[in-house]
């Protein structure tokens, strides 16, 4: 599941030919699929962290809206990505990660 999140997340942003705010909604999410800048983002507590962990928050209390998270949230667990709330996102900015989240494990993006 992880692999197909990371091939799929590369898909997507390749799919734009300029920044755009659905490519700026969905920066956050490269941390899942770079652990070293996972972890540098960490150690620097940056808004970008916050908002993933902030997500990953968000995941995990809709995760009966959306059964597909259910062991892709293990999977981050597994790798130490945490879960936090710091209250830095919107609720519409949290919802559309977590649709396009959603997408990616559904293979919308899997080419």
Do not use: G, H
Request: hydrophobic share 35%.
């Amino acid at each position: 599941m992880y692999r197909i999140f990371c091939e799929s997340y590369n898909n997507f942003v390749n799919s734009f030919k300029d920044n755009n705010y659905r490519l700026k909604m969905a920066e956050p999410l490269e941390l899942i699929t770079n652990i070293d800048k996972y972890k540098k983002e960490e150690e620097k507590q940056s808004d970008m962290y916050k908002k993933l962990c902030e997500l990953i928050y968000f995941m995990e209390e809709n995760v009966e809206r959306f059964p597909k998270l259910k062991a892709f949230l293990w999977t981050l667990s597994s790798r130490n990505i945490k879960k936090k709330k710091y209250n830095i996102s919107n609720v519409e900015e949290l919802e559309e990660q977590t649709k396009l989240v959603n997408s990616f494990l559904k293979l919308a993006y899997w080419y």
